[in-house]
């Protein structure tokens, strides 16, 4: 068993070097393609200044990460309850200001089609074909809810309208 590990070790060894690319001059380099150059460098050796300012900066998220553990105590009840209520507040202070830019996005559109509906209105040819636009599509909708607009004696019209299926109500002789 160790002898087939061994033959594979150095079998994967001779290998290794025969797959090792020659060196390229910075001439070389510069006259190849953008890809083919960035394919070749992203396998090269980063060089010193590189290496050393990698290493400062692990060793700097080391010490960071240490300096945070020995600094998160267990908290206290009064601070986790402080914490639940200034997230509580800050998640409050979030939603007032969604709905607030919801209200001035849904202003803003309803100013936008008013003034699309007018100028369409005011750019029809004949006052006749303005007028039934301006019916059909008010500039502004009425958001109020008019309720029922017909007194008793009107309701009982109109009933009598509807139920008047053979049209002997509407259909005049001659």
């Not at 290493?55 to 990460?65: D, G, S």
């Amino acid at each position: 068993m160790e002898d087939s590990n061994a033959a594979t070790k150095d079998f994967q060894a001779e290998e290794s070097q025969q797959r090792t690319k020659k060196k390229l001059t910075p001439s070389e380099l510069k006259k190849m393609p953008l890809q083919q150059r960035s394919r070749y460098l992203a396998y090269e050796e980063p060089p010193k200044h590189v290496a050393e300012a990698q290493k400062i900066t692990k060793k700097r998220l080391v010490e960071l990460k240490n300096k945070h553990l020995r600094e998160s105590a267990p908290l206290s009840e009064e601070d986790i309850l402080d914490k639940e209520k200034h997230a509580k507040l800050i998640g409050q202070l979030k939603a007032a200001e969604s709905r607030n830019r919801l209200r001035i996005m849904r202003l803003r559109y309803q100013a936008n089609r008013a003034q699309e509906i007018s100028h369409l209105i005011s750019c029809q040819p004949i006052a006749l074909k303005a007028v039934r636009l301006q019916a059909l599509v008010p500039p502004y909708t009425d958001n109020i809810d008019q309720g029922d607009r017909l007194d008793k004696l009107d309701r009982e019209r109109v009933e009598k309208l509807l139920e008047d299926t053979k049209g002997l109500i509407t259909n005049r002789v001659h």
